[in-house]
């Protein structure tokens, strides 16, 4: 079976992380976002992934090099010379995904985790028997999304309607659809939006079907999602494998620690923290609500809370960072200083506190 | 103010040729730590599109020649990435040295004023940045402006002397009988002949270029004390917090060889006391501080401090503009000092207000021969234009900088801000800065392939690179 991510541009809003790389990697719950849907898909019998890309294609492909090895499934690029919308990366990748076999394949939007349930996805659509099928997730405020109407109990999609201003219903596209290679036959090679003009023609000819996701979903394109939806993977994390999550005395709640990070006496770690590979805690430290990523370095008696903490960065002796703190790579926050929002720039040294929420280029 | 003095030897050339092909690479680094993506063309440079009337021609071996045998070498300090944060957003896309002002890279005034100094046998350029971010830059420059330019690159900091110094095997190749050393960040007249003729009167090591500023401000530079007569450095202090005196370092100092000499002095000297430390208990303690390593050497306090006094450093004050160029802010009003000497120096790379057909232009405006401007559009006063930027019908422009391949569409007003590369500013839109050049947010830059969609406002605004504008913003950074 074959899939394709959408990976499209610039992810600028995930800087300041994305200055440093292009947004699919990105690491999330220690490892690449890319990562954690490119070995569902590996897991379910997927062969071949092709990544749509127009952004920085030689640093992705250079990842690659790397990880199509260890990984056991073929990862290629297709690369977009202008930004095609949702559908026109499909057309672009035609020959890639149609291997004569008439398998269905899957498609996915990068910035979206979720338990991937691949397996009960391919079932459905077999059973269903019809052309597309997409999953959907139920939301508290349908409105500011796309929302699905359908049929509760065969799922048969009847429309779309974007942004509703009176409840229709409160599920909405997740992003991950599985079609059939007659779907490409719907869509020309052009900026083409899937949710406004191909879907609707399929859900027209009553081919469209959906199905709840179940478990957690969320789109971590954002600092405040990817926050939360840490919070999600690591409460299912729990559920399915809680071997994975650390455990001891100095513990709270769901904490991911890598097996390569240190961490020193005294701490408190959690709830729904994540500590990448090298990352050196030191004592005395409380993390809660945060990613440490590689490489980074937290010192004595630090406090941080609700922040995103950039690779190879550190946090100085005393200093206190929450409330949103995005460091980039290879930012310096002094001993003692104060961090109330800061978004900082890659290769920064922060010697002065910041008292509300600000950027620092 | 000086222009450009016949040599003893002219020659008259017309380059009207149109720029020779050069291959077109976009540098782009597969590494996270440096993420600035930025493609070099040869239409950075004007000099081929203009007639020169005289210059003197150095001979294709690029040897040193000539009647006399003081050759010059002249060095250009132009940092690197990582130290150059003050410069975003737009040191994300192109090297801080290159980027335009003018429409000339930051680097090339410098390196033409080096051009007028008699017997230049070559021009340096060191900096942290990789070779290949200057690579096709220096063979660029080099072609067009008859003078061999090199990018030499620091492989570690080791302050504004030791840099400096660590390559003098290279600036001594030519046995020059002096050397210039200026930062490419600083923005002047570069009185360089006037400069070398005052050094070779004095007698001395080096002479430094100084200027007066205001009693208040100059506490933010290097303060000199001069003796009025002899022009003799009697004492040198770094951003003293009381005053000293009114009179700062430019940046621009020439030099005889022997400032090598008195360079490693100062090594060997930091290297005792390094060793000296260690042996020391309490020293030992004092490393919770940051200790300077031993073969950093920074010009002003260890070498020009030291020294003053002795009858070896002497000032040469310029009464004409300075600047430094540590901003976006300040690249746009240096664009404009530029701009304002290009009318004594220069005065063909300047719009020609009197051409009827072409659109109104006020004061010193720069447009590139390849962008088009529409004729009822109003240009100036400061205004660059670089090249394949389209300017539509009824625009405003006012001390601006518009890079490559701009597109202002009909009726839109830009005013005291920087739009980038690729950048569209919609229809009746409007961008401006409050144009307070040190302000952080004073005025608006716009990174590369910023959209401004019809009708809106941004004023005082930073927007990164790639993204785009459908609600007016005010006093906003947009990553």
Known sequence: MKALILVGGFGTRLRPLTLSVPKPLVDFANKPMILHQIEALRDVGVTEVVLAINYQPEVMLNFLKDFEAKLGIKITCSQETEPLGTAGPLALARDKLIDGSGEPFFVLNSDVISEYP????????????????????????????????MEEETGKVDRFVEKPKIFVGNKINAGIYLLNPSVLDRIELRPTSIEKEVFPQIAADKELFAMVLPGFWMDVGQPKDYITGLRLYLNSLRKRSPSKLASGAHIVGNVLVHETAVIGEGCLIGPDVAIGPGCVVESGVRLSRCTVMRGARVKKHSCISSSIIGWHSTVGQWARVENMTILGEDVHVCDEIYSNGGVVLPHKEIKSSILKPEIVM | MAGLDPPPSSLSLSLSSPPQALEIHPFESPSSSSSSIFTFHPSHLIFSHLEFTQFSVIPCSFKAMGSSEERVVAVIMVGGPTKGTRFRPLSLNVPKPLFPLAGQPMVN?????????????????????????????????????????????????????????????????????????????????????????????????????????????????????????TKELLHYAEKPETFVSDLINCGVYVF????????????????????????????????????????????????????????????????????????????????????????????????????????????????????????????????????????????????????????????????????GWKSSIGKWSRVQGEGDCNAKLGITILGESVAVEDEVVVINSIVLPNKTLSVSVQEEIIL
């Not at chain 2, 005034?109 to 940045?129: D, E, T, W």
């Not at chain 2, 530079?221 to 003796?227: H, I, K, Q, S």
């Open chain 2, 256 to 419: 005889t060889p022997n400032i090598f000499a008195a360079i490693e002095e100062a090594i060997v000297e930091r290297r005792g006391k390094a060793e000296l430390r260690r042996i020391t208990s309490f020293e030992a303690l004092q490393s919770a501080t940051k200790a300077i390593p031993a073969d950093y050497v920074r010009l002003d306090q260890d070498i020009l401090s030291p020294f003053a006094g002795k009858k070896e450093f002497y000032t040469y004050e310029t009464l004409d503009f300075w600047e430094q160029i540590k901003t976006p802010g300040m690249s746009l009003k240096c664009s404009a000092l530029y701009l304002h000497q290009f009318r004594y120096t220069s005065p063909q790379l300047l719009a020609n207000a009197n051409d009827a057909k072409g659109a109104t232009i006020i004061g010193d405006v720069y447009i590139h021969p390849s962008a088009k401007v529409h004729p009822t559009a109003k240009v100036g006063p400061n205004v660059s234009i670089s090249a394949n930027a389209r300017i539509g019908a009824g625009v405003r422009l006012i001390s601006c900088i518009i890079l490559d391949d701009v597109e202002v569409l009909e009726n839109a007003v830009v005013i005291h801000s920087i739009v």
């Open chain 2, 109 to 229: 005034h410098p390196i033409s004023a080096c051009r007028r100094i008699p017997n230049l046998a070559q021009v340096y350029l060191i900096g942290f940045y990789e070779e290949r971010e200057f690579a096709l830059y220096v063979s660029a420059i080099s072609n067009e402006l008859r003078v061999p330019v090199r990018y030499l690159r620091e492989d570690k900091p080791r302050g504004s002397a030791g840099g400096f110094y660590s390559f003098r095997n290279y600036i001594m190749e030519d046995s020059p009988s002096h050397i210039f050393l200026l930062n490419c960040d600083v923005c002047c007249s570069f009185p360089l002949p006037e400069m070398l003729d005052a050094h070779k009167s004095y007698g001395g090591m080096g002479t430094i270029l100084v200027i007066k500023v205001s009693a208040e401000s100059a506490h933010q530079f290097g303060e000199l004390v001069a003796d009025p007569d």
């Open chain 1, 118 to 149: 691949f397996d009960e996805l391919i079932k459905f659509h077999k059973s269903h028997g019809g052309e597309a099928t997409i999953m959907v997730t139920k939301v508290d405020e349908p409105s500011k999304y796309g929302v699905v109407v």
